[in-house]
């Protein structure tokens, strides 16, 4: 079993060069950096503490690392300096199986229970039933171009809230999701403001504006 008090705590981290250890996965985002550069960032924090860092996620090998935000990780990050500043950036990762600690939460361990690809088929079923074809278009271009990338348990619970959800709360569900993959805020609102109806476009602006 991993030992909690053999890794550094994240407080401390910033005089290592490098740093090994078990931590919790609770974001990634993409991000601008000063110099206008659109970057992926993983938050981990401590197992014990509150904790938290940011590391770059660079290249392409860690994409499908989305699946796994509110998981525990065994990672090894570097820091990287440049003239400006420096950054912790992710070296490699592999997921925990639930050694560390059990249980780890209930309602994510239910999350787990239910295979991604059962969800996502429910989802897929539910966006044939939609009025319009523009509707289904636009909430099966997200799930197929954005799909593997949205976290199991954002899938999870859009599955358990498909029943309560009117067509157009469902749509911006969707909207959402694609939103956090690609932050192409203008794209998606053009898109829903094409839509027939506009019950889905005003949902999403609300929820923008933070009604």
Same mark, same amino acid.
């Given at each position: 079993?991993?030992?909690?008090?053999?890794?550094?705590?994240?407080?401390?981290?910033?005089?290592?060069?490098?740093?090994? &250890?078990?931590?919790?996965?609770?974001?990634?985002?993409?991000?601008?950096?000063?110099?206008?550069?659109?970057? +992926?960032?993983?938050?981990? *924090?401590?197992?014990?503490?509150?904790?938290?860092?940011?590391? +770059?996620?660079? &290249?392409?090998?860690?994409?499908?690392?989305?699946?796994?935000?509110?998981?525990?990780?065994?990672?090894?990050?570097?820091?990287? +300096?440049?003239?400006? &500043?420096?950054?912790?950036?992710?070296?490699?990762?592999?997921?925990?199986?639930?050694?560390?600690?059990?249980?780890? *939460?209930?309602?994510?361990?239910?999350?787990?229970?239910?295979?991604?690809?059962?969800?996502?088929?429910?989802?897929?079923?539910?966006?044939?039933?939609?009025?319009?074809?523009?509707?289904?278009?636009?909430? =099966?271009?997200?799930?197929?171009?954005?799909?593997?990338?949205?976290?199991?348990?954002?899938?999870? *619970?859009?599955? *358990?809230? =498909?029943?309560?959800?009117?067509?157009?709360?469902?749509?911006?569900?969707?909207?959402?999701?694609?939103?956090?993959?690609?932050?192409?805020?203008?794209?998606?609102?053009?898109?829903?403001?094409?839509?027939?109806?506009?019950?889905?476009?005003?949902?999403?602006?609300?929820?923008?504006?933070?009604?």
């Amino acid at each position: 079993m991993h030992n909690l008090y053999a890794q550094p705590n994240l407080s401390q981290v910033t005089t290592h060069k490098r740093f090994k &250890g078990c931590y919790l996965l609770e974001s990634v985002k993409a991000k601008i950096t000063d110099t206008g550069w659109p970057v +992926r960032i993983a938050t981990i *924090k401590d197992v014990q503490d509150h904790n938290t860092i940011e590391l +770059r996620l660079l &290249g392409n090998q860690f994409l499908a690392i989305n699946h796994f935000v509110g998981d525990y990780l065994q990672l090894e990050a570097a820091i990287k +300096r440049y003239r400006n &500043g420096q950054f912790f950036y992710l070296a490699w990762y592999e997921p925990v199986t639930g050694l560390l600690m059990e249980p780890v *939460k209930k309602e994510k361990d239910a999350v787990h229970q239910l295979n991604r690809e059962s969800c996502l088929q429910a989802i897929r079923q539910h966006i044939q039933f939609l009025p319009s074809l523009p509707e289904q278009s636009f909430c =099966l271009n997200v799930i197929n171009k954005f799909g593997h990338n949205i976290s199991s348990y954002a899938l999870q *619970k859009l599955c *358990k809230q =498909l029943s309560n959800l009117t067509d157009s709360q469902f749509i911006v569900e969707l909207a959402c999701q694609a939103e956090k993959q690609n932050d192409d805020i203008a794209s998606i609102g053009k898109t829903l403001d094409q839509l027939s109806s506009k019950q889905a476009y005003h949902i999403w602006e609300q929820r923008l504006l933070g009604n």
